[in-house]
T-cell receptor, first 110, second 108 residues
Framework: EPEVTQTPSHQVTQMGQEVILRCVPISNHLYFYWYRQILGQKVEFLVSFYNNEISEKSEIFDDQFSVERPDGSNFTLKIRSTKLEDSAMYFC????????FGQGTRLTVV | GQSLEQPSEVTAVEGAIVQINCTYQTSGFYGLSWYQQHDGGAPTFLSYNALDGLEETGRFSSFLSRSDSYGYLLLQELQMKDSASYFCAVNRDDKIIFGKGTRLHILP
């Protein structure tokens, strides 16, 4: 069964550092997403990506964040100058009708 | 704006039936999805309703009424492994918006 893969599974970074979270979506899907989930809370939409550009982003997705599809398979989320409150689980998803989620990257900012 | 409302917690007994309701307000509505998430895991797709009515997948069924902006997830013959959080989600053409989730506790 096709799956979305994310690396790393856990990332610890110092406040102020930049991190790049990586995702390989399902190859024939057209929509790609990043979501985040703070521990115990709901899954929050960050950004959607379609046809090699951002189609929508939430108010959370400010200038600190950026996404790229550097090649035909990878989809990355970059967080510049991380803050303590960026600590969360970050999920990548790709979609046909239903969304398939990766297992997430747990980001811990210290 | 967009909003989804679902109960924060539901408790049921193993073997019983439980219904988790969801109401939504959104523009550009394509359909209502349901996802299951176990602690520490990723959300996994359960069902999708684009049209009014009931969709059945094994022990799980989902219902949608577009005129009422309302749907529910019905879980039958509850098993302990069904203990998880359940999210309703609105599908739009460009994104999926999740509710806050319902934590389902199952008692033996």
């Amino acid at each position: 069964e096709p799956e979305v893969t994310q690396t790393p599974s856990h990332q610890v970074t110092q406040m102020g550092q930049e991190v790049i979270l990586r995702c390989v979506p399902i190859s024939n899907h057209l929509y790609f997403y990043w979501y985040r989930q703070i521990l115990g809370q709901k899954v929050e939409f960050l950004v959607s990506f379609y046809n090699n550009e951002i189609s929508e982003k939430s108010e959370i997705f400010d200038d600190q964040f950026s996404v790229e599809r550097p090649d035909g398979s990878n989809f990355t989320l970059k967080i510049r100058s991380t803050k303590l409150e960026d600590s969360a689980m970050y999920f990548c998803a790709s979609r046909d009708i239903e969304a398939f989620f990766g297992q997430g990257t747990r980001l811990t900012v210290v | 704006g967009q909003s989804l409302e679902q109960p924060s917690e539901v408790t049921a007994v193993e073997g019983a039936i439980v219904q988790i309701n969801c109401t939504y307000q959104t523009s550009g509505f394509y359909g209502l999805s349901w996802y299951q998430q176990h602690d520490g895991g990723a959300p996994t797709f359960l069902s999708y309703n684009a049209l009014d009515g009931l969709e059945e997948t094994g022990r799980f069924s989902s219902f949608l009424s577009r005129s009422d902006s309302y749907g529910y997830l019905l879980l039958q013959e509850l098993q302990m492994k069904d203990s998880a959080s359940y999210f309703c989600a609105v599908n739009r053409d460009d994104k999926i918006i999740f509710g806050k989730g319902t934590r389902l506790h199952i008692l033996p």
